[in-house]
């Protein structure tokens, strides 16, 4: 759950930025420079090795690229739709000026022929 809350929280301060992250040193690095056995040898090809070690970090590193990949064409979804959002707001705006102006014009004529519907009656 603090990994979700962790992403979710860097997706909206990438969307509040608008910046692409640049590219940090991972964990690959410091292991890279770390001598795996002790004594300054690498480990022997095939050696089974921890998940997190340069094998694993491999896929979690892949994972992690493909999640911020996801989050931000989610972040340029979720700004599509909101100027979408914004543009039918705009639009409902005028639409309801427009018909209040309606209203008010044949609220006008209509008191217009009523007084003169008025003015009729007494005459006759």
Do not use: Y
Request: charged share 25%; aromatic share 6%; no cysteine.
């Amino acid at each position: 759950m603090l990994l979700i809350s962790f992403i979710v929280q860097s997706m909206f301060q990438l969307w509040e930025s608008d910046e692409t992250p640049l590219s940090t040193p991972t964990a690959r690095d410091s292991l890279d420079k770390l001598s795996l056995t002790g004594h300054g040898q690498p480990l022997p090809p095939g050696f089974p090795s921890p998940f997190l070690f340069p094998d694993g970090l491999s896929s979690i590193e892949t994972l992690l690229t493909n999640i911020q990949g996801l989050l931000k064409v989610a972040i340029d979804n979720a700004r599509a739709q909101e100027k979408q959002v914004q543009l039918e707001k705009t639009e409902l705006k005028m639409e309801l000026f427009r018909e209040r102006e309606l209203r008010e014009t044949l609220e006008k004529q209509l008191a217009v022929e009523q007084k003169n519907r008025g003015i009729l009656i007494k005459q006759t």
